[in-house]
T-cell receptor, first 111, second 112 residues
């Protein structure tokens, strides 16, 4: 079982729709969770971080964390073509160096 | 706001050559990392450092070496380049473990 799993996609959504990206992780001791966006040929950039159960909203983005079920998700409301990118989920445990990255979900927002 | 700076951005190496990828951060972060990313694959940790003078291996250290003489700099040395080292290399840093990790712009390396 992979430590952090994401559906590779592509996930295609029409412009203006909600895109839902999911990530599951295997280490129950994980404490910090991150969503990064990576455009083709560019480096990952932070979208959201979340540390406790529940929802965290930032503009059009909402991160959801459920530690009991070991999943974290990212919702993108009012999706725009500029949101088309690969979204990486990253998980880490406090006190360790280890950030585990998923392989990413490719999102395509269709105009 | 420089953040994490990597050089060079692109490089072509011949098999057997050696080179150093430079990385510097100006955020006074203790933790620094080197990752490689192959097409369609996730980020694989090569080496990491928790402070000046302290480095350790990650998942895929073979063929690479690092040093950390200052808080700011974390160069990655490729010895005897092989085609399997063709990849994109990202340097990153974080203030402590568990905090947000910030990436440099990447270095595209091709070994022919």
């Amino acid at each position: 079982q992979k430590e952090v799993e994401q559906n590779s996609g592509p996930l295609s959504v029409p412009e203006g729709a909600i895109a839902s990206l999911n990530c599951t992780y295997s280490d129950r001791g994980s404490q910090s969770f991150f969503w990064y966006r990576q455009y083709s040929g560019k480096s990952p950039e932070l979208i959201m971080s979340i540390y406790s159960n529940g929802d965290k909203e930032d503009g059009r983005f909402t991160a959801q964390l459920n530690k009991a079920s070991q999943y974290v998700s990212l919702l993108i409301r009012d999706s725009q073509p500029s949101d088309s990118a690969t979204y990486l989920c990253a998980v880490t445990t406090s006190g360790t160096y280890k950030y585990i990255f998923g392989t990413g979900t490719r999102l395509k927002v269709l105009a | 706001n420089a953040g994490v700076t990597q050089t060079p951005k692109f490089r072509i190496l011949k098999i057997g050559q050696s080179m150093t990828l430079q990385c510097a951060q100006d955020m006074n972060h203790n933790y620094m990392y080197w990752y490689r990313q192959d097409p369609g694959m996730g980020l694989k940790l090569i080496y990491y450092s928790v402070g000046a003078g302290i480095t350790d291996k990650g998942e895929v250290p073979n063929g690479y070496n690092v040093s950390r003489s200052t808080t700011e700099d974390f160069p990655l040395r490729l010895e005897l380049a092989a085609p399997s080292q063709t990849s994109v290399y990202f340097c990153a840093s974080s203030e402590t473990s568990g905090n947000t990790i910030y990436f440099g712009e990447g270095s595209w390396l091709t070994v022919v």
